[in-house]
């Protein structure tokens, strides 16, 4: 999808008229041509070489990524919610570059989103590509439009979490993952 620059523009300056700007001084006149520019850049994570390794030979131990930073938008205030992303998989003949997870994290991550489906669309994209034993990601995050306005302490994070196969059939392998994560915090 291609962003419609005209229409985002001139939605720009008519919010910021509806809450009372004045779009034309200084400080927003370029305002809405840099929100196109911004949201350009974020719709640019939505395509990437998804670079798969089909001869992994015998390895079939989980493969974890913590501490990935994201930054997504909550789509019903379009505030930002960032945090961290931890994702593990267990091989079955693929697997991918570790650079990839964060790509796929940003795939989902920088449009309208709600963390709960950010983090299944992670999961269910993996499991797609790399067609795993099982997959396991988990987010933290903080989102702007509680902490902003006071619903919540800023300080608290929403975490969500999304198994599949091994992660959700096998305690040992789930509670392998969890530690893993949980480790050194
Ligand atoms: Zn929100």
Redesign the pocket.
Known sequence: MVIDKEKLKKSVKLFLEAIGEDPDREGLKDTPERIVRLWEEFKSHETFNMTIFEDIGEYSEMVVVKDIQFYSL????L?P?FGKAHIAYIPEKKICGLSKLVRVVNKFAYRPQVQERLTSEIAEFLQEELNPKGVAVVLEAE?L??SMRGVKNPTSYTVTSKLLGAFMDNEKTRNEFLNLINNGK
């Open positions: 909550c789509e019903h205030h505030l919610f989102h439009c509680m």
